[in-house]
Each structure stands twice: as C-alpha cells, then as structure tokens.
C-alpha cells in the first residue's frame, strides 16, 4: 500500500513562507506526476501546483502563481511545496498525490494515491 507523509504544515502570519514535504513510499515515484491540491472549509478540493517525473514540467493554479514552487528530489522519493508571501485565503488543508505514469494534470481524480493532509492556516 503505497504511504504519504506530508509534512510542514503550521499556522504563520501572512506574507509568511513555509515549506511543504511529502514523502512518497511508492516504488514508482520517480516515473510518477506529482500534485499539490488543497481544500478549505465547505469548499471543493482544489489544485494548486503538479510536476512531471523528471520535474521539467509544472503547472501552477493562477491564485499560487509566483508565490508558490513545486519541486521534487526522486533519490528521497520526495515533493515539495514551497509557499512564499501567504495570505489568509491560502488557508486549507494541502494534499499531496501521485499520478502513475506522469502526465502533468490539474483534476483530482487523474490521481492514483493520495496524502492525509497538512493543515496550513494563514492569520491576517
């Protein structure tokens, strides 16, 4: 069963930075997409940033554009989410899941496995 660790989560003040890890058990990783999405309080899951396997390709929501970066590092079978200048809307639990295969996509249901979350929580 393929297991998710994210980590980094916390509650900072806007126009903070935090970092997001998420550590992938999948033996596929490293030919694996890799996303970001988050989910507010009564509100759909959302994407936020995707990386192909190699890390050459990476989308981004227009709402975390410029602010936020996705990287990956396939030896530690881990991705990052690196979150500059926060605001409150930016307030959610973040995911981090994996797409067999790459591909780099913006739905959810693209996605093969899937983290518990890290709850990130942005004061004004």
């Known amino acids: 069963q393929v297991q998710l660790v994210e980590s980094g989560g916390g509650l900072v003040q806007a126009g903070d930075s935090l970092r997001l890890s998420c550590a992938v058990s999948?033996?596929?990783?490293?030919?694996?997409?890799m996303g970001w999405f988050r989910q507010a309080p009564g509100k759909e899951r959302e994407f936020v940033a995707a990386?192909?396997?190699?890390?050459?390709?990476?989308d981004y929501a227009d709402s975390v554009k410029g602010r936020f970066a996705i990287s990956r590092d396939n030896a530690k079978n881990t991705v990052y989410l690196q979150m500059y200048s926060l605001k409150p809307e930016d307030t959610a639990v973040y995911y981090c899941?994996?797409?067999?295969?790459?591909?780099?996509?913006?739905?959810?249901?693209?996605?093969?496995?899937w983290g518990q979350g890290t709850q990130v929580t942005v004061s004004s």
């Open positions: 899941a994996g797409r067999r295969g790459g591909g780099v996509y913006r739905d959810p249901p693209s996605y093969d496995y």
């Open positions: 999948e033996r596929t990783f490293s030919r694996d997409a």
């Open positions: 990386i192909s396997w190699s890390g050459l390709t990476k």
